[in-house]
């Protein structure tokens, strides 16, 4: 899986597991929710986005990275 796609699929698990949708997450983060929704068809996303995402779910850059989601195995290029 592509790193954009692995960093989408972080944010949606993030959001399950608050019971939050992708739009209150959007509100709680001051991510644009166009931004969130469109990282599958991305080729890149920037780190000021996912650090706004983990400062809104008060999480480090660490826990959101820290998932076998982004093992090196489970990415491509």
């Not at 698990?13 to 599958?40: D, H």
């Not at 780190?47 to 400062?55: A, F, K, M, Q, R």
Request: charged content about 20%; some cysteine.
């Amino acid at each position: 899986m592509r790193l954009v796609d692995a960093v989408y699929k972080r944010i949606v698990i993030l959001a399950k597991e608050r019971t939050i949708s992708i739009n209150a997450l959007a509100n709680i983060c001051g991510v644009p929710r166009s931004t969130i929704v469109t990282m599958p068809r991305s080729s890149t996303v920037k780190l000021s986005t996912i650090y706004s995402i983990c400062d809104g779910l008060n999480i480090s850059l660490q826990d959101f990275f820290n998932s076998e989601i982004f093992k090196k195995d489970n990415l491509s290029d």
